[in-house]
């Protein structure tokens, strides 16, 4: 999880980015149901990013299942790599509907009637 890719240039939001690495971490084994995650001043510094952005990241990340954040006891990882490899496809789609001028509604809609 240490070979970060925060792209500043990149169009998505900070956040985001931070917690697609996670995501990626997770899906790639790197970080398995029950590990512990460094603290997020420490994942700040080393994704050279600030700590608030890390900590948003960790919380979209808990309201997806992948992560649990508790005070005193740190960040655990609690999704599995298939659910982590399946929320990162679903942030890529649904910044590809936001690059391509879809509304949350149009997406969903598209969704619902694939095939």
Do not use: C, F, Y
């Not at 240039?9 to 971490?25: F, G, K, M, S, T």
């Not at 942030?91 to 590809?96: C, D, G, R, S, T």
């Amino acid at each position: 999880m240490l070979d970060v890719k925060i792209d500043r240039d990149d169009p998505a939001l900070l956040h985001e980015q931070v917690a697609a690495q996670i995501r990626q971490a997770i899906a790639a084994g790197e970080a398995n149901p029950g590990d512990r995650l460094p603290p997020a001043r420490h994942l700040a510094a080393v994704m050279g990013v600030n700590t608030n952005t890390v900590l948003r990241a960790v919380r979209l990340l808990r309201d997806e299942g992948l992560l649990e954040l508790r005070q005193g006891h740190g960040i655990r990882v609690t999704g599995t790599p298939e659910r982590s490899a399946l929320m990162d496809k679903v942030a890529e789609l649904v910044q590809l509907g936001r690059r391509s001028g879809l509304t949350r509604t149009e997406l969903v809609r598209l969704i619902e009637t694939a095939p």
